[in-house]
């Protein structure tokens, strides 16, 4: 059944008294985090893409925000966006989109993000263009002209006037099997990337840490039919949820389910295990402690034999 059809039956669990359920405050709420992995997207005063020292890329990647309107179809307690403000425009105006992103390029490459304040005081290898990274301010499968986006980025590239890069799609899952989207990953060369977030083994604490506009079991279906055509990395963020951590049967469960995908044909790279680097919004979600989510890890290498890293 179509992911939109489904949507009263699925609901996103009603707000909480605690908050947890709740909005966040604004962006830009929460004290900077001082570390270069921890500093939130620099927009540079673009509508389109911004920058970021990215963890789990291990250094810089420009972003282009796929979302400007802001939807997403899950609702994440650690999500960094701030969902209460209006979003703007629906689709992405791809040509002043390509001209960012371009100007951001040029910049990076001719050295000069390091002089802004934003980068001062980065090691280079910092400022090193890991990847341009399909993203957004919601779920970027929901874009409704994702694909004259992939189309135009990959465009850039291929002019050949400026070192080559990686692209990475980095997406929920929710519309990965939709032909517009399907049209876009055509595009992308074989050593591009696919990030899938996976959060949770259950429905029931998928609803509480994603707060979903669609069943598990669709995205694990939609994980599947994407990654027997190409292989995905699967990202795994855990938050501490009032000071508590994910259960001991929870993480096994999400570990059934990566052994499932894998079973059945799954073609899973690696699996990043990590926690909220950027500041919680939310007083309630915060940072689970390195032992726990090495535990994670080292539980999905045994139990799946998948390659499974911290970032
Ligand atoms: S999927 Fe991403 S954009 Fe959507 S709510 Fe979760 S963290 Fe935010």
Redesign the pocket.
Same mark, same amino acid.
């Given at each position: 059944m179509p992911v939109e059809s489904r949507r009263k039956k699925f609901r996103r669990p009603a707000a909480s008294k605690n908050g947890l359920g709740g909005r966040k405050p604004a962006r830009g709420a929460g004290k900077p985090c001082e570390t270069a992995f921890g500093r939130r997207r620099n927009r540079l005063d673009y509508q389109h893409v911004y920058a970021v020292i990215s963890q789990r890329a291990r250094g810089l990647s420009i972003g282009v925000n796929l979302n400007p309107d802001k939807k997403?179809s899950?609702?994440?307690v650690?999500?960094e966006?701030d969902h209460e403000t209006a979003g703007r425009e629906r689709t992405v105006d791809v040509k002043a989109m390509a001209a960012e992103l371009e100007h951001l390029l040029t910049m990076q490459q001719g050295g000069r993000l390091g002089k802004l304040d934003w980068f001062k005081n980065l090691p280079p290898e910092l400022l090193e263009l890991k990847e341009v990274a399909l993203s957004g301010?919601?779920?970027p499968t929901l874009c409704p002209n994702f694909d004259e986006v992939v189309r135009e980025v990959v465009h850039l590239r291929s002019r050949g006037d400026r070192p080559s890069f990686k692209i990475v799609l980095i997406t =929920?899952g929710t519309g990965v099997d939709s032909p517009r989207v399907a049209a876009g990953l055509e595009l992308l060369d074989p050593q591009d990337e696919i990030w899938v977030?996976l959060d949770a083994g259950t429905q029931e604490y998928f609803e509480k840490v =994603?707060r979903p506009m669609v069943p598990l079991w669709q995205i694990l279906a939609k994980i599947l039919a994407l990654s027997k055509k190409r292989p995905v990395i699967i990202q795994s963020l855990f938050p501490l949820i009032d000071g508590k951590e994910p259960s001991v049967e929870e993480v096994e469960q999400y570990v059934k389910r990566l052994s499932e995908l894998k079973a059945v044909g799954a073609q899973i790279s690696m699996v990043q295990v990590y926690s909220a680097h950027r500041p919680p919004h939310r007083p309630n979600c915060g940072h689970l402690p390195l032992k726990s989510l090495s535990f994670i890890a080292q539980r999905v290498r045994k139990a799946t034999g998948l390659k499974a890293e911290v970032f």
């Open positions: 997403c899950f609702d994440c650690y999500c966006v301010d919601g779920e =929920n977030k =994603n």
